[in-house]
């Protein structure tokens, strides 16, 4: 419950420093209510504005410190947190507050909601200290996990580049880091690419997604197949119809009593498995036996996590870097007082050897001074013989302990040396595991190239096809156009012909009445005359006929074209 209000503290502090215009830490008490009420609401907590009022009741007027507004948020709001609200949403309010208010979306590359996501994936990366920064070491946390999901390779050359552009600084604030991914510095992919990789890793950190995907489920009354969209988190396995998590169709609850287990194929189905509860079993298949078994694997982790009461394994992970920087923090400054202690002891040993060089420098003055008395004062040798063996005596020992010094100042110069040696030996396995690094770096990134020049051949050759097919597109278009443009003149051709055929026909008849009026009357046998329009024996038989015949056609011919 700490850690999850630590969280949430981290959300409420930005919207909290969106509301602080002035930089001074202090924000309005209206301006607080408004911000505790939404907050309670988005919680499911009950408001009591009663409480603020009397919380804040000592500093009616003026604006309020953040000192104050703390005791006020932990008391009645976030001690009263459940589990059951949508953190998204919470995070929503707050991140509404501060948005637009620190940085500017023209700049990036990215959208809104993936700005957003960024800033909730920094929420849970950045230390628990305030004002919020995310370190180095989880700044490149994340980008690895970014390029992976963009399934590109990480750059240690773009990042060595980019920690010189930050002069020697270790960490960034949230909107330096949303500036950091959304120019699209360390990527240089589309930005349907980039938002794609931005909410799978925002899924796995901040919605505890560890796996996805479809399988086959086996019913449970009508024992039937269905394919079913599932999603694993730390604590239970949910199946819905689609991958538009539409519509939800149940939940697996795994605990520490749970199991998973492989299963021969059966039933016509392969790659089976089994989970396991305590009053119900799941059987599902997967696609292929590698999704099977990562699967399985998945499963089995959120299981054993349960098991150690453990939360998710990004969670953990975080966990252990965050021990592992205290860790060398602690290492470093335990070496740093050891130099420091052994320094001054170094120190020490050398003003101990001036000392024993200044009393040997005294002792031969002595000495010399002795001399000088000896050959002035003969007389008194024998009454201060006793002394000078005294000062003998002394004198030896002082060399037995300017001796003693001088081993013990050796055996502090050979451990130094030893030290010096376990340095420089820790040095070059560093270099080495850097080289080794470098050496996986270098391959990685052949294996990309290669992995590149084959699409780009691939591609070149999907292009030639394409550019034959469109080429065989306008020829078989011109044809048509060729064969459209024929049928035409073969209507104007056959039109101009049937007008030809008419006019023909019409100056036949012409020619034939003409004929008919300036025939010769030949003489002809005795039979009666015929009486027409044209007067009597104008035609002959064979001639009448014949005008009915044509009178015929041109009258069939005028109802065809009516």
């Avoid at 992970?317 to 205290?326: D, G, H, I, K, T």
Wanted: net charge neutral.
């Amino acid at each position: 419950m700490r850690g999850r209000k630590v969280e949430l503290l981290k959300s409420i502090w930005h919207a909290f420093t969106a509301l602080d215009a002035d930089h001074r830490g202090k924000v309005s008490k209206s301006q607080l209510k408004v911000l505790s009420y939404n907050l309670c609401t988005v919680m499911k907590i009950p408001h009591d504005p009663v409480a603020l009022e009397e919380h804040f009741k000592d500093d009616d007027k003026g604006p309020l410190s953040n000192q104050g507004y703390m005791p006020y948020l932990n008391k009645f709001i976030l001690d009263k947190v459940r589990e059951d609200f949508d953190i998204l949403e919470f995070n929503k309010i707050c991140w509404t507050l501060c948005f637009h208010k620190s940085i500017c979306p023209k700049r990036l590359r990215i959208s809104e909601d993936d700005a957003f996501k960024v800033w909730c994936i920094f929420n849970f990366l950045s230390e628990d200290k305030y004002p919020l920064v995310i370190v180095t070491e989880e700044i490149e946390y994340f980008l690895q996990k970014l390029m992976e999901a963009m399934g590109s390779g990480w750059s240690e050359e773009k990042c060595a580049e980019y920690r010189l552009q930050m002069n020697s600084r270790t960490c960034l604030t949230a909107w330096e880091l949303i500036e950091l991914v959304g120019t699209g510095y360390f990527s240089t992919v589309s930005r349907p690419t980039l938002s794609l990789a931005i909410n799978e890793v925002f899924q796995e950190l901040i919605l505890d997604v560890l796996k996805q995907g479809y399988m086959m489920k086996k019913g449970h009354k009508r024992k039937n197949w269905t394919e079913r969209w599932f999603i694993l988190r730390p604590n239970s396995m949910s199946y819905y119809v689609g991958e538009d998590l539409v519509e939800k169709k149940g939940d697996i609850i795994l605990d520490q009593n749970c199991c998973v287990e492989s299963l021969p194929d059966k039933d016509g189905k392969k790659c089976l498995f089994i989970i396991k509860c305590t009053d119900i079993s799941f059987e599902i298949s997967a696609s292929d036996k590698k999704k099977k078994q990562e699967w399985i694997q998945a499963i089995q982790k959120c299981i054993q996590l349960r098991r150690l009461g453990l939360s998710s394994p990004h969670r953990e992970s975080r966990l252990r870097r965050r021990e592992l920087r205290q860790r060398q923090q602690v290492e470093e400054e335990d070496l740093v007082e050891r130099m420091r202690e052994l320094q001054a002891a170094n120190d020490n040993k050398e003003r101990q050897l001036e000392a024993m060089k200044k009393m040997e420098e005294a002792a031969a003055k002595a000495t010399l001074e002795e001399l000088r008395r000896k050959k002035t004062q003969l007389d008194l040798q024998d009454r201060y013989r006793l002394d000078l063996e005294k000062e003998k005596m002394v004198r030896q020992q002082m060399e037995e302990q300017v001796a003693q010094k001088s081993s013990e100042l050796e055996q502090y110069l050979l451990r130094v040396r030893e030290l010096e040696n376990m340095y420089h030996q820790l040095k070059e396995a560093l270099e080495d595991e850097r080289q080794a690094k470098q050496d996986e770096e270098a391959m990685r990134k052949l294996q990309a190239r290669l992995l590149e020049e084959e699409r780009q051949e691939m591609v070149a050759e999907q292009l030639a096809k394409e550019r034959a097919l469109q080429a065989a597109q306008l020829q078989l278009e011109r044809l048509e156009q060729e064969r459209r443009g024929a049928l035409e003149q073969y209507k104007e051709v056959s039109r101009k012909l049937e007008r030809a055929t008419n006019k023909t026909r019409t100056w036949k008849d012409k020619v034939a009445k003409h004929e008919g009026l300036v025939r010769l009357i030949q003489p002809g046998h005795k039979a009666p005359q015929r009486i027409t329009n044209w007067g009597p024996a104008s035609f002959t038989d064979a001639e009448l006929e014949m005008r009915k015949k044509s009178w015929q056609e041109s009258k069939n011919q005028g109802a065809e074209a009516q």
